[in-house]
C-alpha cells in the first residue's frame, strides 16, 4: 500500500461546478498537509497548508483534513477554466532532523466552458 | 519575500555526458533545500535534501549526486547521464510546515 493515495483522473467539470480531490494516506506520523497546484511545463505552485483536522478557507479554496479516517479533501467553488491543472496532495512527517514530505501522484483537472 | 531560481529552464544532453544542475535561493537563510525529478505521467521523486551546508541526504540510489557548497545555493550532478535520466527537476526550498518550488529544468538524455 502505497503511503498517500492520489486519483490521477481526469476530472472534468463544466465551468462553475464545485470540485472535489481527495488524498488518502497510511502514515498516522504525517503532520503537515498541502495542496499543490502544477500547471503544464511548470513547477507545483502552493495553494494551501494545514497542520491541524478541520477546515480552512482561501477565497474559492477549502482544505478540509480528517486525520481519524486519514483524508484530505480540497474544494474549489465555481471552478473555472483556468483551475484546469494539475492538483498534487503532499504530507510532512518528521524523519531524522527534517520533515520529508511524501507526495500524491496528483489529480488532472480539466474545467470546460 | 522569497525566490528560488534554476537554470537552464530546458536542456538536451547525449547518453554519457555530465549534468549540472543549479538552484539558488533568496531571501531566506539556512533553508532546507531539496531536489525532486518528475518523470512524465508520474509522481514527484525525491532525489536529495539537504538542511545544511555539506549536509546531503540521498534518498534514491543512483548515478546523481548533490552538493551544497553555500547556505542558498544547491546543486545536482551527473559524472555520465543516463536515457533514464530525462524528467523534469525541481528544486524546493522550505521552512519545516512546507516547501515551495522553482520553475524546474526540462532534461532530455537522447
Known amino acids: 500500500q502505497k503511503e498517500v493515495e492520489q486519483d490521477p483522473g481526469p476530472l472534468s467539470v463544466p465551468e462553475g461546478a464545485i470540485v472535489s480531490l481527495n488524498c488518502t494516506y497510511s502514515?498516522?506520523?504525517?503532520?503537515?498537509f498541502m495542496w499543490y497546484r502544477q500547471y503544464s511545463r511548470k513547477g507545483p505552485e502552493l495553494l494551501m497548508y494545514?497542520?491541524?483536522?478541520g477546515n480552512k478557507e482561501d477565497g474559492r479554496f477549502t482544505a478540509q483534513v480528517d486525520k481519524s479516517s486519514k483524508y484530505i479533501s480540497l474544494f474549489i467553488r465555481d471552478s473555472q477554466p483556468s483551475d484546469s491543472a494539475t492538483y498534487l496532495c503532499a504530507m510532512r512527517g518528521r524523519r531524522g532532523g527534517s520533515y520529508i514530505p511524501t507526495f500524491g501522484r496528483g489529480t488532472s483537472l480539466i474545467v470546460h466552458p | 519575500s522569497q525566490t528560488i531560481h534554476q537554470w537552464p529552464a530546458t536542456l538536451v544532453q547525449p547518453v554519457g555526458s555530465p549534468l549540472s544542475l543549479e538552484c539558488t535561493v533568496e531571501g531566506t537563510s539556512n533553508p532546507n533545500l531539496y531536489w525532486y525529478r518528475q518523470a512524465a505521467g508520474r509522481g514527484l521523486q525525491l532525489l536529495f535534501y539537504s538542511v545544511g551546508i555539506g549536509q546531503i541526504s540521498s534518498e534514491v540510489p543512483q548515478n546523481l549526486s548533490a552538493s551544497r557548497p553555500q547556505d542558498r545555493q544547491f546543486i545536482l550532478s551527473s559524472k555520465k547521464l543516463l536515457l533514464s535520466d530525462s524528467g523534469f527537476y525541481l528544486c524546493?526550498?522550505?521552512?519545516?510546515?512546507?516547501?515551495?518550488f522553482g520553475p524546474g529544468t526540462r532534461l532530455l538524455v537522447l
Open positions: 502514515n498516522s506520523a504525517f503532520q503537515y
Open positions: 524546493a526550498w522550505g521552512p519545516e510546515e512546507t516547501q515551495y
Open positions: 494545514t497542520y491541524s483536522s
